[in-house]
Antibody, heavy 113, light 112 residues
Framework: QVQLKESGPVLVQASETLSLTCTVS????????VIWVRQPPGKGLEWMGI???????DYNSALKSRLSINRDTSKSQVFLKMNSLQTDDTAIYYC???????WGQGASVTVSS | DVVMTQTPPSLSVAIGQSVSISCKSS???????????LNWLLQSPGRSPKRLIY???KLDSGVPDRFSGSGSEKDFTLKISRVEAEDLGVYYC?????????FGSGTKLEIK
């Protein structure tokens, strides 16, 4: 069945870089894009960016200068990197198939000052 | 960016009652392929979001037919008939027509 799973550090220091991995199964990254969404504690959902099935990317303009999304199709993995972290980047980070019909469990990330 | 205005922010409803949630977009959500990419998601407490409805009115597999979506262009509604306890959580609309994808602010459904 289709599954996505986020992994990465739970705690990151301010000004450092966040690196998260989304490992997918049950589908190919050459057939589906993957979206990253985040949710600060007690708040709503924010679309961060997408890597399309052809490998092209689009980013939320508010994050574009700090964010990059890449992938390794042979490992069925999508990578998120975001630099210059601040405390308001504390959130649960989700990856989802671009069709939005399958979501990961989320990775909780706390940015410490 | 397309702004999704979702109302009400919260609802408290008794089991068996019906509720409606509104979502209005700042631009038409009709895409160049003539489809309208308006989704409804439910985030149950402590869980990841789950898509319930896509393209305005199409129910995802396993979603009870108590849920229905309607609307067009810029004005959309999610209706839940005969609310059950398992329906509690936060409902979000999400437009997928324009980049960046944008979410409504959410409607928290509580059971009386």
């Amino acid at each position: 069945q289709v599954q996505l799973k986020e992994s990465g550090p739970v705690l990151v220091q301010a000004s450092e870089t966040l690196s998260l991995t989304c490992t997918v199964s049950g589908f190919s990254l050459t057939n589906y894009g993957v979206i990253w969404v985040r949710q600060p504690p007690g708040k709503g959902l924010e679309w961060m960016g997408i890597i399309w099935r052809n490998g092209n990317t689009d980013y939320n303009s508010a994050l574009k200068s700090r964010l990059s999304i890449n992938r390794d199709t042979s490992k069925s993995q999508v990578f998120l990197k975001m630099n210059s972290l601040q405390t308001d980047d504390t959130a649960i980070y989700y990856c989802t198939r671009h069709t939005l019909d399958a979501w990961g469990q989320g990775a909780s990330v706390t940015v410490s000052s | 960016d397309v702004v999704m205005t979702q109302t009400p922010p919260s609802l408290s409803v008794a089991i068996g009652q019906s509720v409606s949630i509104s979502c209005k977009s700042s631009q038409s959500l009709v895409a160049s392929d003539k489809n309208t990419y308006l989704n409804w998601l439910l985030q149950s407490p402590g869980r990841s979001p789950k898509r319930l409805i896509y393209q305005v009115s199409k129910l995802d597999s396993g979603v009870p037919d108590r849920f229905s979506g309607s609307g067009s262009e810029k004005d959309f509604t999610l209706k839940i008939s005969r609310v059950e306890a398992e329906d509690l959580g936060v409902y979000y609309c999400l437009q997928g027509t324009h980049l960046p994808l944008t979410f409504g602010s959410g409607t928290k459904l509580e059971i009386k």
